[in-house]
């Protein structure tokens, strides 16, 4: 037990903090719109520097997005051609440059395939397309060992048919709230509470 003091007729004991490792989970919303508009024209293929930089990251999760509808889309080729968007696809996929997880299929039959090609991946219900983790298949990716250091992302949305660094965009902004995952040396919750046991095992 802790040792008791008495303090004017009550007894007390100081508080004893306790370290503890734990993983911590931060809430980071991304808006399209942020982007240096300068130097990333669309909202298909850019660059988002973090409001923090975030270490020893072991989990990304998509909990909510919204785009806009797919009908009013654009895509782009790798030589710089737009063209708007006439297909019927049900889906189309997130990358984050470095973080992808999910591997797909190739088109007409490539057995090699495409390993960590994608992030996530979106159903097209309408419009606006709103997802969430309760509505659509749960997105989160880990990482082990952690990501050391995470201060900014490179997002990429397109077709499952653009395989080759081609991407879709839309000429209104999206937005995605991730929730980042990073591990912690820290204090137990009761740290600051004063009380006379002195093992909390």
Known sequence: MNKVYDYRG?????SKPVQ??????KTLYLDSGDRDTGIYRTNGDF??????SYERV???????AEFPGITGSFTKTLAGATASYSGSDLYFLLEIDGLNRS????LAG???GFIDSAFGKFQITGTPIFYTESSG?????????????LDRIRLKTRLHSQQSGEFLYWGTEYAITLEIETLENSYDDFSSMETRLGDRT
């Open 10 to 14: 009550n007894l007390v004991s100081t």
């Open 20 to 25: 503890k490792l734990r993983s911590v989970k």
């Open 47 to 52: 660059t988002l520097y973090l409001p923090r």
């Open 58 to 64: 072991v989990s990304i999760a998509v909990k909510s």
């Open 103 to 106: 591997d797909a299929t190739a």
């Open 110 to 112: 490539n057995k090699s």
């Open 137 to 149: 298949q749960h997105i989160v990716q880990n990482y082990y060992p952690p990501i050391s250091k």
